[in-house]
């Protein structure tokens, strides 16, 4: 009789402990300070810059959730309309597309009203389109900007016998299909070392170097099926990840089978396990990260048809953000000339303020882990010649369906058949990849 | 009737009814949790499948959130829209066989060798009982996800302990992910693994519960090993057997977690070869957006598991009818 | 798992040549059974320690062939990663208190319940008993699309009341509960304290209670070890990691661009290394409890 009293007892005492706790981490914060929350994916916040703020504004707590990618963009539409919503949200670029659209758009603080149109002239003007939303607002300040080059190994290009300074490289693959043959003279020639490490990254490089990719700029219809822009790149990706065929199996391909960012990717970096990587300027630290044994070893090249955009992001503040102002603070000065260039010198992403790119910091910036190439250089006339590509309401989902096509090409899984293409081509992957689509997104 | 038990009776009656009142305060006592149940059990199933008739995307949502006029949701209702095109969607088809394979790999092998595991560990004789006992428990305390990660190591392709060994006898390495059987299996391992221990212990207590009685006299009419097993001890645990097949069904079919993580995404695999259910609806629900859709598949989810309870139930009724024989 | 299988075969084939097998009637253990036992304890062994030497070496070691089968030294690199990635130590208080609060309301709940629907004349009792186990059939994740709104609306992301409070109660327990007090409460007992005159509440207190103290307790462990490894709710619910729970820590570091695995490994280490250092202390409590409820379901 008296254990249940005292489990009674208990569990209240309990219960009100576990809801106290929780109630406290709700509303602990002293009057003066501040606590900007921050919602990320990767590496859109690097953390000695970060650093540099901390240091200089001991009143305000950033707190930075990185989450998974398609989490954190789902999670931010859902809590955009609730008072749950960060100080500041990261966008990439794929999901930029429908966080444009004019409602959407509506529940992101207009950082115009916040002195965003003063520094507008500060960033490359494609780049800072691409924040405004469809309903005329500026919702987000551009990150980085990507730009494409080929990284390439000099030790696996000397063995094949191929070139090893970049002009000479450049000149190897003036085209896309170019890039492929050398691409299998090298496999030929170096036996079980792939040429480049996934072939699916062909795909977002040609694709993103033409102006439109699967929704019209100006009717903003879907135009995906019909873009020959979208066809080819496809078409390159799939010859690529398929360069022949034995026993109705894809036998062959100019790229090893591992997915980028996995574990396997860095464990067959150090290996020498593949001999190029589209590399965009974000790619570069993570080939440092990821293979810290092979500095010096690695070369840049320029990529066929010069330049592409590979990826970026929009830092924004949603409307009903707890603290507007200060968040304002910190974005405008993590992305100012200053802090990019900082950014850029550390951890190689290229800054999107284009009036950096004549300083001799980035101009003569040369990095002796890819053989004291001028990266600097490189990249600034690639971003330079970037043009914009419209971004529609639903390209990551498009794009994840078209990356699963490719790979069932790779893996040899396209087992189903469609239209009049047989299972295991590359006409049915494309086929059945038009149906998901459809299938998906309902466009 | 004799007077003395009319009283009796009619006293019986006054006292039941005084105990029906006086125990209608057991209301009370069900009623925080049927509250709860309600509100969180059955109104979010209610209003799934209530959502599965709607056009519900992500943008009707919103639209419903800033402005609150009823008009857009008259506009999205959808009648049977979403079922038509549900009944016609080949993934939702192989997201059933994929469950349904990896729920055969699965069950099946796990069901005989708890069986005999149990079996083993009944025996009075057996040194450490405790030991093994508690040591077979170990795999269920762990998390989903850890299992997974672990799993994905452990099955990956260029660098996983299995296709190490494999190659070291000679083997081709196996897509343990891309392979469809291959996938199917190494998740089925993971289910396996983890509730191996338990069911064992779970027939262990059936099989100690059997009487003796049953076995001696079994012994006495000169009944063999294998005739024991089939007509004294599998019908003894036929509740045991029905209870878990049950579970594991039910398991089995909102199996979500371990291809999740498997996979590292929504897809279940480039050609969705592992893709399950449950599975399938948040990918429609989350990745895709579409609301409405994913709640159409949560009911096709809910109608599958009535059929298979429905012959789950039959399957019992016979065998008890068998017994009776 | 074959060979186990036929081993095991052989194991009763041998034992039982020229009688049956009697369970009750102790014979001769043969060693095969010894070896099948230890190959399962091994098996269920070894994901743990494997966990260890992924996460003691370093990332490059894993992508040797051969691998290491041996821990190395670099396990308390491993944990500094964790730590500066993830506020690991805070994520395994916040879970401890949380699967102690939904554990306790959790055995509270369900035993009123149980006892209700076990021995009392409640209204409408089958009726509820059917539209409960209906229910229960269901897949969890059906609703979480509806219970994410709810939660938005409410406001709670973000707040341990979105965990705690749709889990304070389930069935499961109160048909556990039900079985278990149907089962160990005889009648008789009940009878006579109702003769006595005792209130349902007397009833409750002074009877119920003590005789499935036992039970409520394995319950209360299986709650919390399932609140424990909890992680698609939490995960949904969650964005501060000052909040996380040791589920969503652990695919924090599974979530970054480039997956580190000695220290993916390393986190669900250390998540499930306190679980292990309960199981130690209460492991054969649990054993017993899912034996008894076996039988008694």
Known sequence: MKLGIRIRTGLAVAVATGLAVAGAGVGAQAASNVTLTVWSYGNVFEPKIVDMYRKAHPDVTIKITKMNLD???????????????????????????????????????????????????????????????????????????????????????????????????????????????????????????????????????????????????????????????????FDIAAKAGCTFMRNNKCAGSIGTKINQFSPDWGAAMNKGAFAAVLAPAWMLDYIKQQAPGTKGKWDIAAVPGGGGNMGGSMLTIPKKAKN??????????????????????????????????????????????????????????????????????????????FGQALARITQGTQTKSCGSFPAQTSGAAWCQALQDIQHNVGQ | MTAISQTLKSRKRRRMSAIARQDRVGLFYVAPFFV??????????????????????????????????????????A??????????????????????????????????????????????????????????????????????????????????????????????????????????????????????????????????????????????????????????????????????????????????????????????????QFLTMTLYLYKQAFMNQRLGYGAAIGVGITLVVMIISAINFMITRSIAGEESK | ???????????????????????????????????????????????????????????????????????????????????????????????????????????????????????????????????IIGTMMLPAQLGVIFMYMVMSWLNWINDFKALVVPAIVGAFGVFWMRQIIDSQLPNELLEAARIDGASVFRIYRSIVVPTVLPAAFVLGLFSFLGTWNDYLWPSLVLNDPERFTVQVAITQLNNSYTVDYAANMGAALLGTTPLLLLFIFVGRRLVAGVMEGAVKG
């Open chain 1, 71 to 233: 989490d954190e963009h789902n999670k931010l539409l859902y809590a955009l309309p609730s008072r749950a919503v960060p100080d500041v949200a990261a966008v990439e670029m794929a999901y930029m597309g429908q966080f444009r659209q004019p409602m959407i758009a509506a529940q992101f603080t207009n950082l115009n009203t916040l002195g965003a149109n003063k520094i507008a002239s500060d960033y490359l003007p494609f780049r800072w389109a691409q924040g405004t939303g469809l309903n005329g607002a500026q919702i987000g300040l551009p990150t980085d900007v990507g730009g494409l080059a080929v990284a390439y190994r000099t030790d696996l290009f000397k063995k094949a016998g191929f070139p090893t300074k970049r002009e000479e490289v450049t000149a190897l693959w003036p085209t896309w299909e170019k890039f492929i043959t050398v691409g299998k003279q090298f496999q030929n020639k170096v036996p079980g070392v792939g040429f480049m490490d996934s072939t699916g990254t062909l795909f977002a490089a040609v694709l993103n170097q033409g102006t439109e990719k699967y929704y019209d700029a100006k009717s903003r219809a879907a135009i995906y099926r019909t873009n020959p822009t979208v066809k080819r790149a």
């Open chain 1, 324 to 401: 507007a102002k200060a968040a304002w603070d910190f974005i405008s000065w993590y992305l100012a000339p200053a802090q990019q260039l900082k950014t850029f010198q550390l951890y190689g992403l290229f800054p999107t303020t284009y009036k950096m790119y004549s300083q001799p910091s980035i101009k003569n910036y040369k990095d002796p882990f890819f053989n004291n190439a001028p990266v600097g250089a490189i990249y600034s006339s690639s971003a330079m010649k970037l043009k914009p590509i419209y971004a529609g309401a639903k390209d990551r989902l498009i794009d994840s369906t």
């Open chain 2, 36 to 77: 709860h149940f309600v509100l969180f059990g059955a109104i979010p199933i209610v209003f799934t499948t209530a959502l599965a008739f709607f056009n519900a995307d992500f943008q009707t949502y919103y639209e419903f959130i800033t402005n609150h006029q009823l008009s857009v949701l008259t506009n999205a209702f």
């Open chain 2, 79 to 272: 009648g049977l829209d979403n079922f038509r095109e549900l009944f016609k969607d080949s993934y939702f088809w192989l997201a059933l066989r994929n469950t349904f394979s990896i729920w055969l790999i699965s069950t099946v092998p796990q069901l005989i060798i708890a069986f005999g595991l149990a079996s083993l560990l009944a025996n009075a004789r057996l040194r450490a009982s405790t030991f093994w006992r508690t040591a077979l428990m170990i795999p269920n305390i762990t998390s989903v996800l850890a299992v997974a990660i672990v799993f994905q190591q452990l099955f990956g392709r260029d660098f996983g302990i299995f296709n190490v060994l494999l190659h070291y006898v000679g083997h081709k390495p196996i897509e343990w992910v891309a392979g469809t059987i291959p996938s199917h299996f190494a998740i089925a391992t993971m289910i396996n693994w983890r509730w191996l221990g338990y069911n064992s212990l779970i027939f262990l207590a059936a099989i100690l519960a059997i009487p003796k009685e049953l076995y001696e006299s079994a012994a006495l009419d000169g009944a063999s090993r294998w005739q024991t097993v089939r007509y004294v001890t599998i019908p003894q645990m036929k509740n045991t057997i029905t209870f878990m097949l049950v579970m594991g069904t039910i398991g089995g079919l909102g199996l979500f977690v371990e291809p999740l993580t498997y996979g590292g995404g929504f897809d279940g695999g480039a050609n969705s």
């Open chain 3, 1 to 131: 798992m074959t060979a186990t299988l036929e081993q095991m075969e052989t194991t009763t084939q041998q034992s039982a040549s020229p009688k049956p097998r009697r369970r009750s009637i102790s014979k001769r253990v043969s060693p095969f059974t010894y070896v099948a036992l230890t190959l399962m304890t091994f098996i269920s062994v070894f994901p743990f320690y494997w966990m260890y030497v992924v996460a003691s070496n370093g990332s490059e070691e894993i992508s040797k062939i051969p691998p290491s089968l041996t821990p190395g030294g670099n396990f308390p690199n491993v944990v500094n990663t964790i730590t500066q990635a993830v506020p690991f130590w805070h994520a395994i208080l916040n879970t401890a208190i949380v699967s102690t609060v939904i554990a306790l309301c959790n055995v509270f709940f369900s035993t009123l319940a149980g006892f209700a629907l076990a021995k009392l004349r409640v209204p409408g009792k089958r009726g509820m008993l059917l539209f």
